[in-house]
């Protein structure tokens, strides 16, 4: 069992439609982490949050908007998606951010987001 | 800016036999972190190992180790026993020891195939 949780594991949208993506541990970890990831691509980065505060926003466009309600859970807000958003959303979690901790990242099984 | 690179799209290795799977890196940075992650069908990323570059020791983790070569930014996976539960795609990925401006993600290679033949 995953200790990141992501809800909902599979998600069908329209391009007009507004929905969120939920993320929730309970590691007490305190930097969390939005990923997308393309078919048969590696994840690439869209958001870092850190105790709670936005950290890095690896120039994403406005349609996704993330938010951080408390440590334990992180959202990603979906509103006029394109057809090429369609893809994995993955969150993951650490116990810290930055530095030299090295912590490793622990991922969740990931939302699959298809934009008709 | 760090780049990963993972040579082999596929590998393919008979159960029980050993495989290794390579991966180079580019970085101006001398301290940073490296890590394997396994992402089979089930889609999760699972850590497989981790390895501080300040650390000469290779890590190793029962039948997982690396080949850490810290001059030649090289740093490859050996499976040894492979069992059909290994069958995934291994992801090779770099992070830096620094803080902000985008160095606590996670960069990763393009993945290795890894096919388990029974």
């Known amino acids: 069992d995953t200790e990141v949780t992501q809800t909902p594991k599979h998600l069908v949208m329209g391009m007009t439609n507004k929905k969120s993506l939920k993320c929730e541990q309970h590691?007490?970890?305190?930097?969390m982490y939005w990923y997308k990831q393309k078919a048969k691509k590696p994840p690439e980065l869209m958001f870092v949050?850190?105790?709670?505060?936005?950290?890095i926003n690896e120039s994403v466009p406005s349609r996704f908007s993330p938010e951080c309600p408390n440590s334990s859970l992180l959202n990603l807000h979906l509103h006029a998606l394109q057809p090429e958003d369609s893809a994995l959303y993955l969150c993951?979690?650490?116990?810290?951010?930055?530095?030299?901790?090295?912590?490793?990242?622990?991922f969740g099984d990931g939302t699959r987001l298809s934009i008709l | 800016a760090q780049t990963v690179t993972q040579s082999q799209p596929e590998m393919s290795v008979q159960e029980a036999e050993t495989v290794t799977l390579s991966c180079t890196y580019d970085?101006?940075?001398?301290?940073?972190?490296l890590f394997w992650y396994k992402q089979p069908p089930s889609r999760q990323m699972i850590l497989v190992i981790r390895?501080?570059?300040?650390?000469?020791q290779n890590a190793t983790e029962n039948r997982f180790s690396v080949n850490f070569q810290k001059a030649a930014k090289s740093f490859s996976l050996k499976i040894s026993d492979s069992q059909l539960g290994d069958a995934a795609m291994y992801f090779c990925?770099?992070?830096?020891?620094?803080?902000?401006?985008?160095?606590?993600?996670?960069?990763f290679g393009k993945g290795t195939h890894l096919i388990i033949q029974p």
């Open positions: 949050y850190s105790y709670e505060k936005l950290s």
């Open positions: 590691m007490g970890h305190r930097a």
């Open positions: 993951a979690s650490s116990r810290e951010y930055g530095g030299p901790s090295g912590q490793p990242q622990h």
């Open positions: 990925a770099y992070r830096s020891a620094q803080t902000g401006g985008g160095a606590d993600g996670l960069t």
């Open positions: 970085t101006s940075e001398s301290d940073y972190y």
């Open positions: 390895q501080e570059a300040y650390k000469q």
